[in-house]
């Protein structure tokens, strides 16, 4: 059964703080993806990776950055978090080829206050 | 910009209705269509997916989609609602690359 974990399901964190957030995937997909999910708007990509060590901006890049130093692991990084940030934050996966789907985690909720 | 959209925030219907959802793509090529369910407090989960093969798709829960060209619509369709559909729906689209797009999302509400 495919998997897909984050490392919290639920974070609260301080304005000003570095937060990570870890995702990782046992499937051996080449592509992982950061979205952030807000009422109204739906999924906005963050960032997504082709390969280890590769990285793209999504639509939404500005105020995060990511690590991919391992293929199961993709890691997304706000360097100095602020309220704004507040969201549902979800990783997903997939095999390379426009027909696949995205293989998605549960989620994580942050809170920055 | 190539976009997807979902008409209708919130959906609501009866216990046993039929369930319509609407997605329509813009794109003059066709692109590779699929339906997610998020139940509260989880990720997304895949309903079906249209890759070309066949235009009326089947997908988990008694969902089905039919893509139609002339109308650039991929719509959701389930016969009876069960008060376990209740989640919020995503449609989305892959064109040319990898990049998956989403709508913002349809709330469906079943009341008994």
Known sequence: DVKVTQSSRYLVKRTGEKVF????????????????????????????????????????????????????????????????????????????????????????????? | AQSVTQLGSHVSVSEGALVLLRCNYSSSVPPYLFWYVQYPNQGLQLLLKYTSAATLVKGINGFEAEFKKSETSFHLTKPSAHMSDAAEYFCAVIYNNNDMRFGAGTRLTVKP
Request: proline content about 5%.
């Open chain 1, 21 to 113: 957030l870890e995702c990782v995937q046992d499937m051996d997909h080449e592509n992982m993806f950061w979205y952030r999910q807000d009422p109204g708007l739906g999924l906005r990509l963050i960032y997504f990776s082709y390969d280890v060590k590769m990285k793209e901006k999504g639509d939404i890049p500005e105020g995060y950055s990511v690590s991919r130093e391992k293929k199961e692991r993709f890691s997304l990084i706000l360097e100095s978090a602020s309220t704004n940030q507040t969201s549902m934050y979800l990783c997903a996966s997939s095999p390379p080829g426009l027909t696949y789907e995205q293989y998605f985690g549960p989620g994580t909720r942050l809170t920055v206050t």
